[in-house]
């Protein structure tokens, strides 16, 4: 199969061929600052010409500021100016505590990577993680402690902290601490230490993206609350029940290489797992499935409760005879399914991510049966990535309200935002004596603390982490730092009655705690020296006690129930913004959402025939009310939805979101970033509901109604489209963007694309210009991609991309080096997709060369298309010219004003003017430093020493780079696979980077189908 017998779409519009989509390609230069909306009128014209234009050339005459470099007065021991150098750190972007390297030059860090010898994340990074640098230099961060809204030394606030708790202590009265879910054993044994000196204490865990369920189920079924670690490259057969693992659910970075490694169609032999998703919107993990079953919320669990009872029946168990309801996906399906699952009994996995502890249970139930557990389940060596308690958190809200807390402890997370019913929640933690919160931003729930404590960032301080039973991680910090904040562990331990720093703390208890449960014969020295180097230390597994499997604990599920006249709620962790605590960060507010690619909002999704029904459009307005509570959103139609859902993301509508009123260019025709409450996006927390113990993602009869009014949504997945004139058209259909074969031509050796769009055989350029040192080349597997765009906020970090705001994006000005595209295939219904990254191809036979004026754009000798940014003078006819639409011309100066957060940028790119064209450059800085560390080293590059960074940063290993002229690179053998493409090979331009093509298990259309 390939893509001339499939076609693909990015939109709607055009999928219907002839939309605003059709419109916008068709015209040139789309993104021309005086076309808009609609044409300019005379006195649109002269004003900007009058005005705007004229400010262009003066500010283009003008003198460039005078910038001082102060080189390093005393050097520091160990560290070369001008060199990187590297701390072995752990990841703060969430739970998952990846392990990650900081890249630091002259004294500061300017990069996180993954560590490519941690044994969770293996090197990969999400674009959280990457992005979560910008928290480092963001200058609204706390500085230093409050006192009832002012500021205050340590000294004071420690003392009155002191004074109240030794008068809590002998009143007996309650003293809580609310955290998010920590991952490092020292910290929380601190906090045990601080609580264990009071007679009413207790430490309560709460996460935003709640996994509470799954251990609630554990701990009905094993005897023990354990979360467990969840092993997909031993699997060969995946069933996901609304699990999105690959985005969001637990630790995407880690599922992602593992998911990839068990689907390497390029391992011999071939590794293909078989994957289907159950779910009722489209996941960034749904649009990888071989499978994808399209059920209402309150089927899927139904569905899980069939599938359960099947093989129960494989294994001859009569625990569960029979479903409660009629299965709500055919029944071809859940048999087949149950075949594959029982065929691969010990490989397979079944993952659950509905907050249902009884679903939980099911899930189990079927892990049990087929014998996963101890093989693609590891409950001996757990997972400590999600440890939220949510029956324990309703009952402190209830413990608050009722007036029965006397101080309260709030580290990383902001309730009041978080949780529904936040406005009541509000004032009941108003009414605390003694409110403490450790928050880096003044949010909606630490502007009501009594005293606010500062945690210090990650990368300025020390730490650890045990993200799994047994994998025991250091974090170091990489700079002093930045402020008067400190470190979580130092003021437990200060309110504990111990003034120590976070170095002795950490240090302390490895020796005390972590080096016994090493196996080597090492001093605690010699393990701690080199715990600290690697960043991580193998180290024996805490194991819980755990009983026999307890069947009965199974319960069915019963019959769904509808959700009435309206329409279920689906409430969603966002790729790009997973919960509000990055609500602060530009660079995760413009990356696009793999998906629906928009950026700058949430909105409310719906299917494209529930929008038709409702008579709705993109951008329309509405409102969702529930159980008397409403938000209004702006409408995005998203293909491959369920007809009765709307869904809707979490994590935006945060008060720190303000910052952004100014975000992009001023100009005379900017619009404005924020939407009508000032905030970008809307909290769509207070739809959240509580039920049976655990927080609810969802509801279930939602009404819809429309406000008459519109919001415009920034969506970048139709900008840089091209299509071809009827009158131009060669006739042959779409050309092969994306290209797709099966299992079965790639076994049988047809997998090679043979086309009527194929290069031509002669060739009217003359070969002069021979690639006689290294000829540097991009492959990318487009079967491993999962789009989750960790690669285009690595791009932006390493080679200084602006963020141009909301309006930009929406004149289609966004300056990403690199994107991804999502391509849909099938009707809107029922869809398959496609990622596919695409940056510039450095073509050999570069058409973006021939057309430049001033020779701004030029080949290296190593067959880079080079950007010569002094010689541009900003005609854009390179843009025009490059069929691959990857260039990007900045309009303005865009925001540097904040000379903290310039701290973040890389000293080896340069940071381009306005009036330039701007694309990658294949990070030629890393290219240049590898060389000359080689040079220095007197030895020849090795392969696979140069890495771009999104090839570092993606969990899949999809990018390859390396030099073509090695007959034994990586990249050569990979250039010489059997799926190998080039993107418009036909053009004869002969890109630099090759493409993989997607494998599928079968042939849409031919045997079973792929959607329900």
């Not at 703060?92 to 560590?115: Q, T």
């Not at 500021?151 to 009143?171: H, T």
């Not at 290294?774 to 285009?792: K, P, Q």
């Not at 030629?924 to 030895?939: L, S, T, Y």
Request: charged residues 20%.
């Amino acid at each position: 199969m390939s893509a001339d017998n499939k076609t693909y779409w990015k939109s709607l519009e055009e999928y219907e061929q002839g939309g605003p989509s059709g419109e916008r390609a068709a015209v040139e230069f789309v993104d021309t600052p005086l076309r808009d909306l609609s044409e300019p009128g005379r006195r649109d014209f002269l004003r900007a010409a009058g005005f705007a234009f004229a400010g262009a050339a003066l500010t283009g005459c003008g003198r460039a500021p005078v910038d001082r470099a102060i080189p390093m007065l005393r050097q520091t021991e160990g560290i070369t100016p001008g060199r990187p150098y590297y701390y072995a750190a752990v990841c703060a972007g969430c739970s998952a505590s990846c392990g990650v390297l900081s890249k630091c030059r002259d004294g500061r860090p300017i990069k996180l990577e993954g560590n490519p010898e941690h044994p969770v994340s293996k090197g990969g990074l999400c674009a959280v993680g990457q992005a979560s640098l910008l928290g480092l230099y963001d200058s609204l961060r706390l500085q230093q402690p409050m006192a009832r809204g002012k500021n205050a030394p340590w000294r004071e606030v420690d003392a009155e902290i002191s004074r109240a708790l030794d008068s809590f202590r002998k009143q007996r009265r309650a003293v809580r601490v609310l955290t998010q879910t920590i991952t490092s054993p020292a910290l929380s044994s601190q906090i045990s230490t601080f609580l264990a000196s009071f007679p009413d204490a207790r430490h309560v865990v709460y996460d935003v993206l709640s996994a509470s369920p799954i251990l609630d189920a554990h701990l009905r079924t094993h005897g023990a609350r354990v979360l467990p670690r969840y092993l997909f490259t031993k699997a060969a057969v995946i069933a996901s029940f609304d699990a999105d693992f690959l985005g969001t659910w637990i630790s995407p970075v880690e599922f992602t290489a593992a998911y990839s490694a068990a689907r390497d169609v390029e391992a011999q032999p071939v590794r293909s797992s078989w994957h289907i998703q159950f779910e009722s919107r489209m996941s960034l993990t749904g649009t990888k499935a071989d499978r994808r079953i399209k059920l209402a919320p309150a089927e899927i669990p139904a569905a899980l409760e069939h599938l359960a009872v099947r093989i129960a029946r494989k294994a001859g168990s009569a625990v569960l005879p029979a479903a409660g309801s009629r299965s709500p996906a055919p029944e071809d399906v859940m048999e087949d399914l149950a075949t594959r699952l029982w065929d691969a009994r010990g490989r397979s996995l079944v993952v659950c991510g509905l907050a249902s502890t009884d679903a939980q249970v099911l899930c189990n139930l079927v892990n049990h049966l087929l014998g996963n557990y101890g093989s693609t389940l590891d409950v001996d060596a757990p997972s400590n990535q999600k440890q939220g308690n949510d029956r324990e958190l309703m009952a402190l809200v209830d413990e608050i309200k009722a007036g029965g807390v006397a101080a309260l402890f709030i580290h990383g997370l902001n309730p009041v935002a978080d949780l529904p019913g936040g406005d009541e929640l509000a004032k009941s933690l108003a009414g605390i004596p003694l409110l403490v919160n450790l928050a880096p931003h003044l949010d909606e729930t630490s502007s009501l603390a009594r005293y606010l404590c500062p945690a210090c960032d990650t990368l300025e301080t020390w730490g650890d982490s045990e993200p799994v039973a047994g994998v025991a991680a250091i974090s170091q910090p990489a700079i002093r730092p930045l402020g008067q904040a400190r470190p979580a562990i130092e003021s437990f331990a200060r309110w504990s009655g111990v003034a120590a720093p976070a170095y002795e703390l950490v240090k302390g208890f490895w020796k005390e705690r972590v080096y016994p449960r090493q196996e080597g014969q090492q001093s605690f020295d010699v393990f701690w020296k080199k715990s600290v180097e690697a960043g991580f230390a193998l180290v024996k597994p805490q194991s819980p006690t755990l009983k026999p499997f307890d069947l009965s604990a199974v319960k069915p599920i019963g019959a769904a129930r509808p959700s009435g006249n309206g329409l279920a709620l689906v409430l969603y962790a966002n790729v790009a913004m997973p919960d509000g605590r990055h609500a602060y960060n530009p660079w995760l507010q413009e990356l696009p959402d793999p998906v629906t690619k928009a950026v700058w909002d949430n909105y409310a999704s719906l299917a494209p025939a529930t929008a038709e029904r409702l008579s709705l459009k993109n951008g329309d307005v509405v409102r969702l009310e529930a159980s008397g509570t409403a938000i209004e959103l702006p409408v995005l139609i998203q293909p491959g939805q369920h007809e009765q859902v709307v869904a809707v993301a979490l994590g935006y509508g945060r008060s720190v979101s303000a910052r952004f009123a100014g975000a992009g260019p001023k100009w005379l025709e900017r619009r404005p970033t924020l939407g009508p409450n000032g905030k970008v996006g809307v909290n769509a927390a207070p739809l959240i509901g509580w039920e049976n113990g655990a927080v609810q993602y969802g509801r279930g009869d939602v009404k819809v109604t429309s406000t008459g009014r519109r919001q415009l949504l920034a969506v970048t997945q139709d900008h840089h489209s091209l299509t071809a004139p009827k009158h131009l058209d060669p006739g042959a259909g779409p050309r092969p963007i994306v290209q797709e074969t099966t299992l079965a031509a790639l076994h049988s050796g047809g997998a090679k694309h043979e086309g009527a769009h194929t290069p031509p055989e002669t060739d009217l350029w003359p070969d002069d210009h021979p690639f006689t040192g290294h000829r540097w080349a991009m492959a990318i597997d487009l079967n491993a991609c999962t789009g989750c765009s960790a690669c285009v906020i690595a791009c932006q970090v390493e080679n200084n991309v602006p963020v141009t705001g909301k309006d930009e994006v929406l004149r289609n000005r966004e300056m990403h080096w690199i994107r991804i595209d999502r391509y849909y295939s099938g009707p809107p219904d029922d869809v398959e997709v496609a990622h596919q990254p695409m940056m510039c191809q450095h073509c050999e036979h570069a058409p973006c060369e021939t057309v430049c004026p001033v020779l701004a754009t030029v080949h290296s000798a190593e067959g880079l298309s080079q950007q010569i940014y002094n010689r541009c003078v900003g005609t854009r006819y390179c843009a025009n010219n490059c069929p691959f639409k990857t260039r990007r011309f900045n309009w303005f100066e865009y925001s540097r004003e904040d000379r903290l957060a310039n701290l973040a940028l890389n000293p080896d790119v340069t940071v381009r003017s306005r009036g330039v064209m701007e694309k990658c450059s294949f990070c030629v800085q890393r290219i240049q430093d590898a060389k000359a560390e080689a040079k220095r080293q007197n030895r020849a590059l090795r392969d696979g020493e140069i890495q771009t960074a999104c090839q570092q940063s993606c969990s899949a290993k999809a990018i390859l780079f390396g030099d073509l002229n090695d007959p034994k690179s990586k990249v050569t053998e990979r250039m010489k696979s059997k799926r190998i493409y080039r993107v418009l090979e036909e053009l004869n331009v002969r890109p630099s980077v090759g493409y993989l093509k997607i494998v599928r298990h079968d042939e849409p259309g031919k045997g079973e189908g792929r959607h329900g």
